[in-house]
Nanobody
């Protein structure tokens, strides 16, 4: 079992920045191969944002966040971060962190077994 808790969401003006954090715990967390960030806006499907290989640190991004968002992790603290810069109103969504035991389908939400409760990010124009 793995427990994930996100924090850091809030309201920000367009062009601003936010940093999301995800704290992981649980006896099976050591099996994690990759951790990811997804988001879901009202009326839309959940979509991939970014992911990072837990051991190797390889990073993956959705095209719409490249150059603006940076994913990172701290293995010693079991934490995952998402630095979001140059935020746009279309980035408004609930952001979720998730863990997967495989890196093969890092952008597919179905490959992630554990999810946090989500944190709201609202970007005003």
């Amino acid at each position: 079992q793995v427990t994930l808790v996100e924090s850091g969401g809030g309201l920000v003006q367009a062009g601003g920045s936010l940093r999301l954090a995800c704290a992981a715990s649980g006896r099976t967390f050591s099996n994690t191969a990759i951790m990811g960030w997804f988001r879901q806006a009202p009326g839309k499907e959940r979509e991939f944002v970014a992911a990072i290989g837990w051991i190797g640190g390889n990073k993956y991004y959705a095209d719409f966040v490249k150059g603006r968002f940076t994913v990172s992790r701290d293995i010693a603290k079991n934490t995952l971060d998402l630095q979001m810069n140059s935020l746009k109103p279309e980035d408004t969504a609930v952001y979720y962190c998730a863990t997967s035991h495989t890196r093969n389908y890092y952008s597919d939400a179905k490959s992630y077994a554990y999810w946090g409760q989500g944190t709201q990010v609202t970007v005003s124009s």
